[in-house]
């Protein structure tokens, strides 16, 4: 049964660095099988996002948008990075004729534009990056959770920020 927990809260980035931060606290806590749902306007750092994890995850892997190829897979030492932008995604069944639901028990999967698919993933973290008038460099990222799965890594992660960005 699932709980109605709901963990969420939100930080400030000034740079691609400090997004790069995120990424790097966040990725000793994930493992094959969760996924992250990445939302957020074009141009709002979600592509520069899964760089900074993969890397943090071990790989030197170059990581590009997959707007056009709809999918990425990343090989690192943590695990296989599935990489998936639904943009031009029209609805929930035409992500699910891909066919990479396959994939995503085995990979830690990053989906840009995950507000279009993150019903068929119900565990998943999400993380909405908004601009932030201040300064083109500047996101607000909330990090949500609502299953009890990310409960302990969302306390955690929120330690691991505390120190570095602003919460």
Do not use: C
């Not at 899964?50 to 590009?64: E, K, Y």
């Not at 973290?125 to 990310?150: G, M, N, V």
């Amino acid at each position: 049964m699932r709980s109605n927990v709901v963990n969420k809260f939100s930080i400030v980035s000034r740079s691609e660095d400090d997004t790069a931060r995120v990424a790097g606290a966040l990725a000793p806590l994930l493992q094959p099988g969760d996924a992250i749902m990445l939302k957020g306007g074009l141009a709002g750092g979600k592509t520069n996002f899964v760089q900074a994890l993969v890397a943090a995850l071990g790989s030197d892997t170059a990581v590009t948008s997959p707007t056009f190829t709809l999918a990425h897979f990343y090989p690192t030492p943590a695990g296989t990075v599935l990489h998936i932008d639904a943009y031009r995604l029209s609805s929930i069944a035409e992500y699910r004729d891909l066919g990479l639901d396959d994939y995503t028990f085995d990979s830690i999967t990053a989906i840009e534009w995950g507000d279009k698919v993150e019903r068929d993933f119900p565990d998943s973290l999400s993380i909405t990056f908004e601009s932030i008038p201040q300064d083109e460099t500047y996101r607000k990222l909330t990090l949500e959770a609502s299953s009890e799965h990310w409960l302990q890594a969302m306390a955690e992660l929120r330690l691991r920020l505390r120190e570095s960005l602003e919460l």
